[in-house]
């Protein structure tokens, strides 16, 4: 048990639709980070909040967006779904934004693309 | 961009057997942890190293560090099936902050 919890833990949609996926951070952490992992692959960066601002992008196109809210918890947002982008999608938290503090993960959702 | 990559892809392995797991980096860490993934679930932090030449020990498990800090390999000492899994390396990059760059994994079974 990590403290991190995302939902919804599977979904399906079809391609060209919009899907929003949720995370709540393990209490006091102020920083989240969003990671795609597709299957028979480790997770890949995608972005990471740091008191509601974004702090770091990977290579990831501008349909995935993503918001952090005063409480900490956070959204991704990825719009013109592709059959490419199922994959399960995993929430980290930390206490703050620099370097030097454990990272816990939360189980994922696992976003299926038609 | 720092790439990573993990052999041997896939272990199975008998309840009891020993095994080594290896890591290797296009470029010198950062930080370098191991991590470990169950169906269903999100890594779960291992270890950190940081050190050249670093060993660290967690019950049956030990990670050691190259010198050159481009290399690491995690040995699991009598395996058992509660460490099937896939364990990942990663670099904790500092440039933005607590970012992560990980390699595919090696998914381990252990039979019982």
């Known amino acids: 048990e990590t403290g991190v919890t995302q939902s919804p833990t599977h979904l399906i949609k079809t391609r060209g639709q919009q899907v929003t996926l949720r995370c709540s951070s393990q209490s006091g952490h102020n920083t989240v980070s969003w990671y795609q992992q597709a299957l028979g692959q480790g997770p890949q960066f995608i972005f990471q909040?740091?008191?509601?601002?974004?702090?770091g992008r990977g290579n990831f196109p501008p349909r995935f967006s993503g918001l952090q809210f005063p409480n900490y918890s956070s959204e991704l947002n990825v719009n013109a779904l592709e059959l490419d982008d199922s994959a399960l999608y995993l929430c980290?938290?930390?206490?703050?934004?620099?370097?030097?503090?454990?990272?816990?993960f939360g189980e994922g959702s696992w976003l299926t693309v038609v | 961009t720092q790439l990573l990559e993990q052999s041997p892809q896939f272990l199975s392995i008998q309840e009891g057997e020993n095994l080594t797991v290896y890591c290797n980096s296009s470029s010198v860490f950062s930080s370098l942890q191991w991590y470990r993934q169950e169906p269903g679930e999100g890594p779960v932090l291992l270890v950190t190293?940081?050190?050249?030449?670093e060993v660290k020990k967690l019950k049956r498990l030990t990670f050691q560090f190259g010198d050159a800090r481009k290399d690491s390999s995690l040995h699991i000492t009598a395996a058992q099936p509660g460490d099937t899994g896939l364990y990942l390396c990663a670099d904790y990059a500092h440039l933005y902050g607590n970012k992560l760059v990980f390699g595919a994994g090696t998914i381990l079974r252990v039979k019982s």
């Open positions: 909040y740091y008191r509601e601002e974004e702090n």
């Open positions: 980290a938290s930390s206490a703050t934004g620099s370097s030097g503090n454990t990272i816990y």
């Open positions: 190293v940081v050190t050249g030449g």
